[in-house]
């Protein structure tokens, strides 16, 4: 151990950027390899050692066949998503993309003006991401507060949104690990209004939580322990104030 603290390599990125590369998880920039071994006392060839392997990692990365469709940032997110052991997240307007139908994503992405090719693109990364978070034996809990708002928005058809609907609550009941919940109109003011949507990915290594937020442009991570602090408030108070899918009534 060469006895480093994560602010004594705070030069290199973020904590949680630390702790994915400690934990072999891409992707890798050659000059942070060389950097973090210099810092941790490694010789000349553990440091040759370890560039070769992360490169090896990079090339594994099931992600870089969509960077055409990805926006920047969203790649990382992927990434967290299927290592993460919590996915707790809110959305006012919209399905999380883990729980949405093929139908529904077609038509998003219709309305987001995607030109066929991409959402050719962007149908087989949704494939590729739902097999990735909830195909292996030991899947995330995801719990979604979903904005009443959200099942009366039409997106591509009624017969869409109906069919949607009936696949939030399949997926309720047959899922041990998901959990489908509604804020209705109801509630009134809620912390929510002003922020808007987030995801608080939860990990089981000690202080590697994270905040994803998005952007028409990009994504951003907040990981910051007091900025932690007031999502995970935020994020109490809409679980309180919404209702288990099974308990809402349309």
């Excluded at 702790?19 to 010789?43: H, N, S, V």
């Excluded at 594994?60 to 993460?84: H, K, M, R």
Aim: contains cysteine; aromatic residues 8%.
């Amino acid at each position: 151990m060469a006895g480093k603290k994560p602010e004594d390599v705070r030069s290199v990125g973020s904590r949680q950027k630390i702790w994915r590369m400690e934990a072999g998880k891409g992707p890798f920039k050659y000059a942070d390899i060389r950097a973090l071994c210099f810092m941790y006392g490694a010789d000349e060839a553990m440091t040759e050692r370890l560039t070769d392997l992360a490169a090896r990692a990079d090339a594994e990365n099931i992600w870089e066949d969509f960077t055409d469709v990805l926006i920047p940032g969203f790649g990382l997110y992927l990434d967290l998503e299927q290592s993460a052991a919590a996915i707790k997240t809110y959305d006012a307007e919209l399905i999380h993309g883990l729980l949405q139908t093929p139908l529904y994503h077609e038509h998003l992405t219709i309305g987001e003006g995607m030109a066929e090719n991409a959402r050719r693109r962007d149908a087989e990364l949704r494939i590729t991401r739902m097999e990735t978070a909830f195909g292996g034996a030991d899947p995330p809990l995801v719990t979604a507060v979903i904005g009443e708002s959200a099942l009366h928005r039409i997106i591509g058809s009624a017969d869409i949104m109906r069919e949607q609907l009936r696949y939030l609550r399949r997926l309720s009941d047959e899922k041990t690990n998901v959990e489908v919940r509604i804020l209705p109109w109801s509630g009134g003011a809620h912390p929510g209004l002003r922020g808007g949507a987030f995801t608080l990915l939860e990990f089981t290594e000690p202080d590697t939580d994270v905040v994803y937020l998005e952007s028409q442009a990009d994504a951003r991570y907040l990981e910051k322990e007091s900025k932690l602090r007031t999502y995970r408030d935020v994020w109490e108070t809409l679980r309180q104030k919404s209702v288990r899918l099974e308990e809402y009534t349309t």
